[in-house]
């Protein structure tokens, strides 16, 4: 199953949920490039240097299950701070990133034979053939107050929102595999809008679709 969508839509939680209910394993794409963005700033090297960043990613070893490891190290939390937020859309549109990051997601199905895969471009480049593709999306508004609920340092809903909608302009915008769009979604995609929903009842929209 492939999980799309912007930022804050509930990916995560669907995703964990449907994972729970098949007894398959889960793939957060997006923990990915975070954790090289991360290691990128930790490193010092500028994201905006994108040969650098590239060849980082590819040496950079990363596991993400229940916790997110890089190079041997807990980083779960850390790629989620609000400096990995503003860095980690560079990193994503960087084509070379992207193609290593691209390879390990299809190697992980490969390997698996099924899973649930979350992402911004799982059911349109990762993994076109899905037997299911879901495009999760909720209002600018109501993805801000997830995200800032969910950030351990405390930000505003109103800064949250700047930032998603940032990111939202530069994920849709970039040359390398832009997020769809709610109206460019694959065609054989089913959108779903969380605005209003709880967890459990877009759980149970995802599950009628089996």
């Not at 964990?16 to 923990?31: I, K, P, Y």
């Not at 997020?179 to 149970?204: N, Q, Y």
């Amino acid at each position: 199953m492939a999980i799309d969508g912007p930022a804050g839509a509930g990916k995560s939680t669907l995703a964990q949920a449907v994972a729970e209910h098949l007894g398959v394993e889960r793939l957060d794409t997006g923990a990915m490039y975070r954790a090289v963005a991360w290691s990128a700033l930790r490193q010092g090297v500028d994201v905006a240097d994108a040969e650098a960043v590239a060849v980082l990613a590819r040496h950079t070893t990363i596991e993400v299950g229940g916790r997110v490891v890089v190079d041997g190290e807990d980083a779960t939390l850390a790629i989620r701070s609000a400096a990995v937020d503003a860095a980690v859309s560079a990193v994503a549109a960087n084509a070379a990133v992207r193609a290593e990051l691209v390879a390990r997601q299809r190697a992980w199905v490969a390997e698996r034979g099924r899973g649930v895969v979350e992402g911004r471009d799982i059911g349109t480049v990762v993994l076109p053939d899905a037997d299911l593709k879901i495009y999760l999306t909720a209002a600018a508004e109501t993805r801000a107050r997830r995200r800032a609920r969910d950030r351990a340092d405390g930000p505003s809903v109103e800064a949250v929102h700047d930032d998603l909608v940032r990111r939202d302009r530069l994920d849709s915008t970039r040359l390398a595999s832009p997020l769809p769009l709610p109206e460019d979604v694959a065609a054989d995609a089913k959108v779903i809008d969380s605005t209003g929903k709880s967890s459990r009842a877009v759980l149970e929209e995802v599950l009628a679709c089996l």
